[in-house]
């Protein structure tokens, strides 16, 4: 048996005039994690409708556990589950209804399919409402029965493509150990996300996808010690003083990052040394610092180096292919 769970060389898919993917490598270790990481339009939604055996790849192969997804797509499919961006529920059914009917779809008895939704229901909290109807569901509930109903059969592999989106922090972090509980059960995840963060959380590795094409891959660890240099991350008492420390940590550093909290920001910096002097600075000039620490640079600030642009939005998008519907 390999040890890789995918294997895709040159994988290509075009839609018209746009390339959606233009020649993508993986290899996938089996029982872990991997980020496929990335903006909208990226191309990360139509790679993984390509190893899923949904749609065809214009050129290049892959492997999924061994089997090739053109040659034997019967064999991947009967191997692995799709959790894809909108939730794959019947909103008109109870969720209790929902797992044991895809228990029964996928040749469950009907007391053993019974069975396993309870036991689902039990694991992902969703017991209490296992009698009302989906409609009525929170984001993060209909994204936790998703899951659960992706696993009814557990998959050797599952891909699962922005599974945490427009979910508020708490959702997200019970999705997040929902995922850390499959890969220690022996699931293989391939984690499609435009959220930083989660890829450093969950993932082992990552590969960066920016306009069809894996522009890195590695660690989280390997990828930001790849931008070559250490980080200063500043945080101000009061965010109105942002202005006057981004001045200083320019002056000094050269560019700054201005980070999604208005009292903090960033910059990169080579050596200790340099951070404190900076820092004796911020203070000489009036700045009230909260607190200041020098590190590895985050995912965010990597995907910048790398692409040149953040990792929300690639510059002048306007793919015409939804990601989510490419087809």
Request: glycine residues 10%; negative net charge.
């Amino acid at each position: 048996m390999t040890a890789l769970a995918i294997e895709a060389t040159g994988l290509v898919k075009s839609y018209g005039d746009t390339r959606a993917v233009d020649g993508v490598d993986l290899a996938v270790p089996r029982g872990s994690v991997y980020g496929v990481l990335g903006p909208n339009g990226a191309g990360k939604t139509t790679t993984i409708r390509m190893l899923a055996t949904l749609i065809r790849p214009d050129a290049g192969s892959a492997r999924v556990l061994g089997h090739d997804i053109v040659s034997e797509a019967d064999a991947v499919r009967a191997a692995v589950s799709l959790t894809g961006q909108l939730a794959s529920v019947d909103e008109d059914l109870t969720g209790r209804e929902n797992l044991v009917l895809l228990g029964r779809l996928l040749g469950l008895r009907w007391a053993p399919a019974k069975a396993r939704a309870a036991e689902l229901l039990d694991a992902f909290g969703l017991t209490e409402a296992a009698t009302k109807l989906v409609k009525h569901y929170s984001g993060g509930m209909r994204r936790r029965l998703d899951i659960a109903a992706s696993i009814v059969v557990t998959p050797e592999l599952m891909f699962l493509d922005e599974p945490t989106t427009g979910l508020d922090p708490r959702s997200r972090n019970q999705v997040w150990d929902i995922i850390r509980a499959l890969v220690a059960e022996g699931t293989t995840i391939l984690l499609c996300t435009q959220y930083l963060e989660e890829a450093d959380q969950l993932a082992e590795g990552i590969a960066v996808i920016d306009r069809g094409k894996v522009i890195a891959e590695g660690t989280p660890g390997q990828l930001k010690a790849s931008v070559g240099s250490n980080t200063l991350h500043v945080r101000l008492l009061d965010p109105d003083q942002r202005p006057q420390a981004e001045q200083v940590l320019a002056h000094d550093l050269g560019t700054v990052t201005l980070e999604a909290d208005p009292s903090a920001l960033s910059a990169a910096c080579s050596n200790a040394d340099s951070g404190a002097e900076v820092v004796a600075r911020l203070a000489g000039s009036g700045v009230a610092i909260a607190a200041f620490s020098l590190g590895q640079p985050s995912l965010d600030e990597v995907f910048l180096a790398l692409t040149g642009h953040p990792a929300e939005q690639a510059p002048g998008e306007h793919d015409p292919i939804n990601e989510g519907n490419p087809a």
